[in-house]
């Protein structure tokens, strides 16, 4: 299906036909159709790869493409610089945060463009000019508050403010605004985008949760392997439909579990204790299990990971494996106990991203391929086409820059880097944040081959489906300790919310 031009009128706020990009020998857009109405929420759908990134760029005026049209309220538009976007009305809710932490939330919002007099920065209009802004927007936000003291949620509020107070945006691009935080403080960000909607804005708005898109948008358009598929109203279709859409096939499950958890308990926390945000908590792993553990943003669920694998020194408490008590130990230790370690920012903490796939898959494991300060580059590259092939990783080849992948391919290549040591035990924080739902079918399977090994993995995640989907046990963290424990058989999302709040 293709969007009839000869349609295409003034009522439109935004008409995009035949827009073509590629970038050397990679053709990243084949051919863009979109269309969005004043007041509507579309969601741009496509698992990763598909060109929604490349799209959006050009939207906003990043790289100019190498075809096709652009027409706001049925004007030709043609950018040049993000400037010219933001001056035609088209702003943008990044997925990466861009808060520069020690500056105030006013002064972040207001950057490059803050009210002077006697050409200094007029403070007192910047923090009035904010807070009837926040007002506005029902953001319960101080405008002095430095970013660096505010919640993730908290931040990207601040970020969808930013966004909107260049005045004449009518067009706003909601890029994963909810990846980095839980169910509770993404209706937050819904109860906004549905009243920036009622103001007649149009919002484009991307996610791979599909349970969002679903909740938030009244219409869809689908884009594949960089072309345009199908668009349609969110009413007519069903959570199966879009995804057989998405991936170009038959649906059959949207997760792989077959892992057989046993009662044999391989790994033991007793008593943790970390300042005041990790309070007593004793749990245990089994063999062959998938533990999951959900909470709230500030639950802790995140920092007791960082305490198991010796990123932060626990106050009190140990961590049994096997034979081995580990107390105040560091990452190194942990690796050599055979425990490994997918954090949930895989840009800032499990990836070199200037660096290729294969130094990124090899990183962890050089000094088994390394004799006397040399690496056996021959070795370095087989074992990365392992991975590659394993994980089927979506790259020209190991030498391609990792940064240059989509985000379900660089968590792919942090999986891979993992696998090469065979851990036993496996920490995996939002193991499929910002992924299309393809790839994660592939991380689950991993998942359930890698317990079926008589191995453990413990997974946290913000996403209720995904937790219920693929845990065998439930534990929910709140305010730090331990709330409860649900099996995932008895486990509902209201069960777990009221536990988690």
């Known amino acids: 299906m293709t969007v009839d031009t000869q349609t295409l009128s003034p009522n439109w706020l935004l008409e995009v036909s035949g827009v073509k990009k590629a970038f050397g020998q990679v053709v990243a857009l084949k051919n863009a159709e979109f269309r969005l109405r004043p007041g509507s929420i579309h969601a741009l759908c496509g698992g990763n790869g598909a060109g929604k990134s490349t799209f959006l760029s050009i939207l906003m005026g990043f790289i100019k493409p190498d075809a096709g049209d652009i027409l706001i309220k049925g004007e030709r538009c043609d950018f040049n610089h993000p400037r010219d976007a933001l001056k035609a009305g088209i702003a943008i809710v990044q997925q990466e945060l861009s808060a520069i932490p020690d500056l105030t939330v006013a002064e972040n919002i ?8 006697f050409g200094f920065v007029d403070f007192s209009t910047l923090n009035q000019r904010t807070r009837t802004l926040l007002d506005e927007l029902d953001f319960q936000i101080d405008a002095t508050e430095k970013m660096r003291n505010l919640s993730v949620a908290e931040q990207q509020l601040v970020e969808i403010a930013k966004a909107l107070s260049h005045s004449n945006a009518d067009i706003i691009i909601m890029d994963e605004p909810t990846s980095a935080i839980g169910e509770e403080d993404a209706q937050k960000i819904f109860q906004t985008i549905t009243r920036l909607a009622g103001k007649g804005k149009g919002i484009i708005y991307v996610s791979h949760r599909l349970s969002e898109i679903f909740q938030i948008a009244d219409s869809y358009s689908i884009f594949r392997d960089g072309a345009y598929i199908h668009e349609g109203n969110i009413a007519d279709i069903n959570r199966e439909q879009l995804i057989e859409h998405i991936i170009g096939g038959e649906y059959d499950s949207e997760f792989a579990k077959f892992n057989q958890p046993t009662e044999d308990v391989m790994m033991e926390v007793r008593n943790l204790c970390w300042r005041n945000k990790i309070k007593d908590i004793s749990l245990n792993l089994k063999r062959g299990e998938i533990l999951g553990i959900y909470g709230l943003v500030g639950s802790g669920r995140s920092e007791f990971l960082d305490l198991i694998f010796g990123i932060q020194h626990a106050d009190s408490g140990t961590i049994q494996i096997g034979n081995k008590t580990l107390a105040r130990h560091s990452p190194k230790e942990s690796i050599n106990s055979g425990i490994a370690y997918v954090t949930e920012d895989r840009k800032e903490t499990g990836l070199v991203l200037c660096r290729s796939v294969s130094e990124n898959i090899n990183v962890s494991s050089f000094a088994d391929i390394s004799r006397v300060g040399f690496i056996n580059e021959k070795r370095e590259q087989e074992r990365a086409n392992d991975m590659i092939k394993r994980f089927n990783v979506k790259t020209l080849d190991g030498d391609q820059i990792v940064g240059n992948l989509s985000g379900g391919n660089q968590q792919k290549v942090v999986l891979g880097r993992w696998a090469l040591l065979d851990p036993e035990v496996l920490l995996l924080d939002e ?22 090994k008589n191995k453990g993995i413990i997974m946290v995640s913000s996403e209720l489906s995904e937790i219920i989907g693929m845990s065998d046990r439930i534990l929910v963290f709140r305010d730090g300790e331990l709330a409860g424990e649900l099996s995932a058989a008895d486990a509902t999302q209201t069960e777990l919310m009221k536990l988690a709040v």
């Not at 193991?431 to 890698?450: C, H, L, N, Q, W």
């Open 110 to 117: 207001w950057l490059g463009r803050e009210p002077k007099r």
């Open 431 to 452: 193991p499929t944040r910002g992924i299309d739902v393809g790839a994660k079918k592939e991380i689950y399977s991993f998942m359930s081959e890698f317990t079926l």
